[in-house]
C-alpha cells in the first residue's frame, strides 16, 4: 500500500478547460436571459468572447501624445465547435433556418400521380384533411413500393388548384398517371427554412459565475463530413453583449445529448445528385447554412446592440469524389438543379437526411496532384429557392439502418 494518500491541492495555474462548460436557452424577449430550463451543449472548443470598439480625437497637443480614447460600441461573437451527435444542435439548427419542427407523415388511401410531358414534374391529389396539414413547401419522401418509389427525396409546394401539391423530381415516364396504393407513405421535412426569428442566451461557466452571451444569432452553421474523420459541426454566433453574472439563473441544466458521434464509415449512408449517387466514392461533403445580411444595430445611450437584423437564410457546400464519370460535370454544363441529399446516422441509426431543396453544382475541378494519386472531383453546391418556395430541409432518420 501506499504510504501517502489523499489529493493536492492548488495543481492548476487557472481555471481547467475539463472544469468548464456551455448551456444556453431560446430568449422570448431580444437580449433578455430566460430564466427555466438551459440546454447543456456537447463542445470540442469555443471563442465567445466581447469586443471592445473605441475611437480618439486627432487632436494636437505639444506633448506629442494621442488623446484620450472613448467607448463607441460593445460586441461580442464567436464560434462553438463540437461533434456531430444527434439531437445536440438541433436547436441552432432551427435557429439558422428560421423555424420550427415538426414531424408530418401521410399514408396514402388512393392519392394519384400526374406526370406532366416533361416528366419531371408531377401532381398528386390528397383528401381536402391531408392537405390541409401539409407545411406550405419543403421536401418530402415518398415510399410507393408498387410503383417502385422507395425513399424518393422531393421538393414540393402547394398549389392554389383544388387539393394539388408539386413535386419537383423524375419519378416516372413521361404522360403517365400511376396510382398510389393504400399504405403509401409520404414524410414531409421535420425543419425547412422559415421565417421565425430566434436568438439565445449562451453561458459560458469559469469558476463560481458565468458569462453571459445575451443576444445571440445564429448566423452561420457548418457541418463537415470527411473521410477518416468524426462529422464536425461549427456555430457561428452574432451577440448583442457579453456580461458577467455570479447568479445561476437556470431552474435546471438539462444534459446534452448522448448519442453516439458519426462517423464517417457505417454513419454515411450516401450522398445523391438528382436522386443518382457520384459512381465513385464520396470523400468529403460540407454544408454551410446562413443568414445573408444579418448584423447588430446600435445607437447611443448604451454601447451594447439594440437589435439584431436576422438576415436572409442561405444554403451553399462542397462535395469530393473520386472521378469515375462525366455525369456531375455534363450536369454543371447543362445547369441542372435539382435535390441533393447527404444522409448521416449514428451508431444506433439516429441523424438526419439534409437536402437541398433545389441546389446546382458551380466550380467542377478535377486537378492532378502528382504521380500515383487517384483523381477527385470537387464541386460547389449553390442552393437555391424551390419553386414556391424552400431551400434547405432536414429529415430526422430513426432506427436508420448503417452500412
Given amino acids: 500500500m501506499a504510504t501517502y494518500t489523499g489529493a493536492t491541492s492548488g495543481l492548476a495555474a487557472g481555471v481547467q478547460t475539463n472544469d468548464t462548460s456551455l448551456d444556453f436557452a431560446l430568449e422570448t424577449t431580444y437580449g433578455t436571459a430566460p430564466g427555466g430550463n438551459y440546454q447543456a451543449l456537447r463542445f470540442t472548443s469555443e471563442t465567445l468572447a466581447r469586443q471592445d470598439s473605441t475611437s480618439r480625437p486627432d487632436e494636437i497637443n505639444a506633448v506629442r501624445e494621442v488623446s484620450q480614447s472613448v467607448l463607441t460600441q460593445v460586441s461580442a461573437s464567436g464560434t462553438i465547435s463540437g461533434p456531430l ?104 421535412a421535420n425543419l425547412v427554412n422559415g421565417s421565425i426569428d430566434k436568438t439565445f442566451t449562451v453561458r459560458k461557466k469559469l469558476l463560481s459565475g458565468f458569462q453571459m452571451f445575451t443576444g445571440s444569432l445564429v448566423n452561420q452553421m457548418q457541418i463537415q463530413l470527411q473521410q477518416g474523420q468524426f462529422g464536425s459541426v461549427s456555430v457561428d454566433l452574432t451577440c448583442g453583449n457579453m456580461t458577467r453574472s455570479t447568479t445561476d439563473i437556470a431552474a435546471a441544466v438539462l444534459p446534452a445529448p448522448t ?36 448584423g447588430n444595430d446600435y445607437g447611443m445611450g448604451h454601447a451594447d446592440a439594440c437589435g439584431v437584423r436576422s438576415g436572409s437564410f442561405m444554403a451553399a457546400g462542397s462535395i469530393e469524389f473520386y472521378f469515375r464519370s462525366w455525369d456531375q460535370f455534363d450536369q454543371l454544363a447543362a445547369g441542372t438543379q435539382g435535390p441533393i441529399v447527404i444522409k448521416s446516422v449514428d451508431g444506433a441509426g439516429d441523424g438526419y437526411a439534409f437536402m437541398f431543396l433545389n441546389a446546382a453544382l458551380r466550380n467542377g475541378k478535377d486537378p492532378i496532384s502528382g504521380k500515383n494519386q487517384t483523381v477527385k472531383a470537387t464541386f460547389d453546391i449553390e442552393g437555391n429557392p424551390a419553386a414556391g418556395g424552400g431551400t434547405f430541409a432536414i429529415f430526422p432518420l430513426t432506427g436508420t439502418a448503417a452500412n
Fill in 85 to 188: 451527435a444527434t439531437g445536440c444542435f438541433d436547436d441552432f439548427l432551427a435557429g439558422v433556418m428560421g423555424n420550427d419542427g415538426k414531424a408530418l407523415t401521410l399514408t396514402s388511401g388512393g392519392a394519384y400521380f400526374n406526370f406532366n410531358p416533361d416528366g419531371s414534374i408531377t401532381s398528386m391529389n390528397f383528401s381536402s384533411a391531408d392537405y390541409t396539414s401539409q407545411p406550405l413547401y419543403g421536401g418530402v419522401i415518398i415510399n410507393s413500393p408498387s410503383n417502385g418509389f422507395k425513399n424518393v427525396y422531393c421538393a414540393y409546394y402547394k398549389t392554389e388548384i383544388g387539393s394539388s401539391t408539386i413535386y419537383t423530381a423524375d419519378l416516372g415516364p413521361v404522360g403517365s398517371v400511376l396510382k398510389s396504393k393504400d399504405g403509401d407513405t409520404f414524410t414531409y
Fill in 259 to 294: 448519442g453516439v458521434v458519426h462517423d464517417s464509415i457505417s454513419g454515411f449512408l450516401g450522398l445523391t445528385i438528382n436522386g443518382v449517387a457520384p459512381v465513385g466514392c464520396v470523400t468529403q461533403a460540407t454544408i454551410t447554412l446562413s443568414r445573408d445580411g444579418a
